[in-house]
């Protein structure tokens, strides 16, 4: 008997972390929101500071910064508040693994999760403005996708063997960061970033030229499942993108992958990948939701629904990786 009440128990704190999980999401996103931790960068502050510093209610401003220690993020220590170290390290503007843009996406995405049932009966998520109608929505979208890739570029970049590379096409490639990461670990390697000219004009050109790389980079703006995407590469990327399309956008992107690379080629996709059970890594199998309340058709894949993708394309399957529940990899190389 006290056995099963202690199981009783360890379920029902199960069942209470995940219905009250949203509650540190939207403490953790308001508080990105408001630059709260960059404020506190320099020098620990009273309730009363930061309230004035923000333009916020004292009592509600109270509130938040003990719940932001109370999640570890801040301490506390006469009356003032700091940064706790992850924060200094993550949460700072500025920072070099700086992870705020994609923790303000992520609380945008609160609202759209909120009308899941009724996703779940219509089969796909309301009409919604677009990214573009937003510049600041779109913005945090971006550089938030820069924020991910700071951590894993390099070492995709290890696994891929990019030393035979000469010509890369990151297609869909967003703030360029695997292009400007795999160039400055490869002199000999050009790259071009084709994304909307609304992402290359008012992010992508700006983190090309602060990294230098203008000569090397090339910027291609269009839709990439209706405009030319160009020819002549030996190495094209498609990272974080097929999650957002169904399975004839996929097949469309991956041919047309597959005529601009050179013969000996490769293509390599890097996305959220599904074990073939489709529950695991519960990330993936999680971020398919994330997909069904905000795209018509997009979802998670698994390591052979991509690889049929490729072979039906035309490609030779190669390996296939998988670096972390985020970091999955398929790769294929069109026959010489």
């Known amino acids: 008997m006290c056995d099963k009440k202690a ?35 320099k020098k620990a502050l009273t309730p009363s500071e930061v309230a ?20 570890e993020l801040l301490e506390k220590k006469e009356g003032r508040f700091g940064n706790s170290p992850l924060a200094a390290e993550l949460l700072v503007r500025g920072k070099p693994h ?15 999760w909120m009308r899941l049932p009724e996703v779940l009966k219509n089969g796909r998520p309301p ?14 979208f971006i550089l938030g996708m820069h924020n991910i890739a700071l951590l894993s570029a390099e070492k995709v970049a290890a696994a891929l063997d990019l030393g035979r590379s000469r010509h890369l096409l990151d297609l869909g490639g967003g703030p360029g960061t695997y292009a400007i990461t795999f160039c400055r670990l490869h002199p000999q390697l050009s790259a071009a970033v084709f994304d909307l000219p609304q992402v290359i004009e008012g992010i992508t050109a700006g983190q090309v030229a602060a990294a230098g790389l203008q000569g090397r980079i090339s910027l291609l703006k269009g839709d990439y499942l209706k405009d030319d995407i160009g020819s002549g590469y030996d190495l094209v990327l ?18 047309k ?6 013969p000996g080629g490769r293509i390599v996709v890097k996305d959220f ?28 894949y698994t390591y052979e629904e991509v690889r049929g993708y490729l072979r039906d394309a035309g490609f030779e399957c190669e390996e296939s990786l998988d670096l972390s529940p985020q970091d999955r990899i398929v790769m294929g190389v069109k026959p010489a």
């Open 7 to 41: 199981e009783i128990f360890q379920g029902i704190d199960k069942l209470t972390r995940i219905s009250r999980g949203f509650q540190g999401a939207v403490v953790l996103s308001t508080a990105a929101e408001l630059e709260l931790f960059t404020l506190l960068d």
């Open 273 to 300: 990948l599904l074990d073939e059970n489709r529950v695991t890594p519960p990330f993936a199998s999680m971020f398919a939701v994330n997909m069904l309340t905000g795209t018509a058709e997009g979802g998670c």
């Open 52 to 71: 004035g510093s923000l333009g916020l209610d004292l009592r509600a401003a109270s509130i938040l910064l003990h719940a932001l220690a109370g999640l």
């Open 257 to 262: 992958a597959f005529r601009a690379l050179i």
């Open 127 to 140: 009409e919604q403005p677009s990214l573009a109608a937003n510049p600041q929505t779109m913005r945090d």
């Open 98 to 112: 700086y992870q705020g843009d994609i923790i303000r996406h992520s609380g945008h995405l609160i609202d759209r």
């Open 238 to 255: 498609i990272s974080n993108i097929i999650h957002s399309l169904g399975e004839r956008g996929n097949r469309t992107l991956i041919g």
